[in-house]
């Protein structure tokens, strides 16, 4: 561990341990399946085995007849309620139980409720359906072509599979700086399709009160607020009567930022019983049936002159969006942030171009551990300048160094329009290879290959650009993403901060406690923070793109300002001094000049309540609230090195050494900086070494268990080897950018990189991930596996 030494403060920023691992070490967690109510009863989902079919019938009579059944729902009931389709976050519509046809192997076909699991689960098989098969679109290279069979006949006018194009950049500069270029490099490569997989899988308990007409619905879920609305949309049903409870969440990852339709069912389950109904996936319902990633086909060119002067890059991506249009980006972002390709370089001009199609897959398309499809941006970009690098027989990471941003030009606005807020890259790649003493790698590495051996390097640098976002620019099913908080200061000193966004593990608890600590110095012990309950937090989009920090940090650390200056005016009436000669030190108000008058934040709460004469105007109390409304992304970047063996008879690939330098701005706590590092390389490990979303040509899902969509473990990582620089972001309140996601952007290219590398005797300048012991082999003979 190479960090930099960061000082452990009593108060606010730190170490601090997480708070939340007291009640998760003891398994005192409460998650959605832990929740159990007086009555509950049980569902489960029928789920189509084909992947195109037409629905001739569907017979319930039998599963009715079960004796502990108590309701079987299937398409046509919720028609009649007006609720067989729900909007998608992405403006399209999505089948809550299919009613005309079935577009994907696994989808929600039936639900039946019973007095418990089992039987509800027995029930489903004596639901008879009698399907009309209908040929599949599984390869979203066919999706265009003239004799594809349409999939979205349910909307009005359809007659192919296209769902959007869109493009960013300055396509005809672009053509004009490639058309004069010394080199051209294109390279053609696949971002696999791959699922977020948390180790919870999604569910909700739904209780709809027929007396009241409250809605509570638990549920795992990263957005509760936007559930809700969405809810209310859909159902119809009054907001305030509808309160979403995120409990503990078991990682979410993007998986559960969207509403699947097991959700609603058990909602119209609780309405139709008038009991509490539970509903929670299996773990292959999981993987088969909610939001994959990524599934980007793309073709990316690069021009350069001679002496590796990198100038522009052109990208046309066709995008697997799976039977529905399922994707979760903000509204004018159809491709996500895939903009943001032209990543951490200075180059003349950039283009690209994206397609959408619909495929008989599930839909989805989630930013899993990302800001909207920045992974499969900086995976591209990351590509090509290795492909480069191959073309000019450069090494990688002086063609790197060469083209980086410096960091006299930032705020940089990139050719595609982004406004990057601060960096310093070079700084950081130069301490990565540091910290990997990257000559004497090389060394090692012309040693083996004069022995054969197959050792390989690779590096990669990533701008990621996260905290979504300005109101202006981004919403969410016209949800602007601006996040409230609310801070409550008791007599006593100590404060609740209530916040909109959902912790999946990442340590909001301690982290936003340290944020409200660190400005009003009180110890993050005495502050609890509330989340994940929507009848307990202000209103504000959610978690997922790392936007906790950059969006809802920012907004713990203004509503704590609001306090205190609230207190600035209580201490000014208890020291009898004009405001505006009170100066602030952590923790306390004093008079400028003479430090010993002075009043902590705690004697001033507890004045605030008291009959402390105030000012005219000034109600008393120092609780605060705000809503934050960010004025840009933040734009945290890092520098990786990878090195692999690799066994070319066998195609095995071992990760022997990972250095990872990140810049994140501000570290709240490095502790828990580092720990989301290690689960981000991870998972970089994980998808560009074994992951991959596959089907057969009929379009039966062919990863269904995690024996056969494998997560990487212990066995497959290294000891991760961490480094930091710090470049505050100038907008931020504390000058924080995101982590969350940093490294399963950044990692699956300086993975993919390596192994690329370790090939290179065998003339292989790319190979697409999953690079497993059979597509590494092939890779090595010449005959690249394509999935
Ligand atoms: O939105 P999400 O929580 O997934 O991502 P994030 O905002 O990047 O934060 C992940 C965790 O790292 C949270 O507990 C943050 O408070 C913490 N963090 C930090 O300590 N310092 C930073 N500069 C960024 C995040």
Redesign the pocket.
Known sequence: MTAVEQPETPLGHGNMRRKEDARFIRGRGTYVDDVTLPGMLHGAVLRSPYAHARIVSIDTSAAQAHPKVRAVITGETLAGLNLAWMPTLSHDVQAVLATDKVRFQGQEVAFVVAEDRYSARDALELIDVDYEALPPVIDARQALAEDAPVIRDDLEGRTDNHIFDWESGDAAATDDVFASAEVVAAQDMLYPRVHPAPLETCGAVADMDAVTGKLTVWTTTQAPHAHRTIYALVAGLPEHKIRIISPDIGGGFGNKVGIYPGYVCAVVGSIVTGKPVKWVEDRSENLMSTSFARDYHMHGEIAATKDGRILGLRVNVLADHGAFNGTAQPTKFPAGFFGVFTGSYDLEAAHCSVTGVYTNKAPGGVAYACSFRITEAVYLVERLVDVLAFDLGMDPAELRMKNLLRPEQFPYRSKTGWEYDSGDYPTALRAALDLADYPALRAEQALKRERGEQMGIGVAFFTEA?GAGPRKHMDILGLGMADGAELRVHPTGKAVLRLS?Q??G???E???A??VGEELGISPDDIDVVHGDTDQTPFGLG????????VS?AAAAVVARKVRERARIVASAMLEVSADDLEWEKGRWFVRGDVEAGRTIQEIALAAHSDLELPEGVEGHLDATCVYNPPNLTYPFGAYVCVVDVDADTGQVTVRRFVAVDD???????M??EG?VHGGLADGVGMALMQVMAFDEDGNHLGGSFMDYLLPTSMECPSWELGETVTPSPHHPIG??????SATVGSPAAVVNAVVDALRPFGVRHADMPLTPAAVWSAAQGTPLRT
């Not at 978690?543 to 950059?550: A, D, E, K, Q, V």
């Not at 994140?664 to 490095?670: A, K, S």
């Open positions: 996260v966004c912790t999946q990442q340590g909001h301690t982290t936003f340290q944020i978690t997922y793109g790392s936007r906790s920090t950059p940090g994140c701005g501000v570290r709240i706590n490095p828990i900086v989301q924080a950018k995101g982590i969350g996601e």
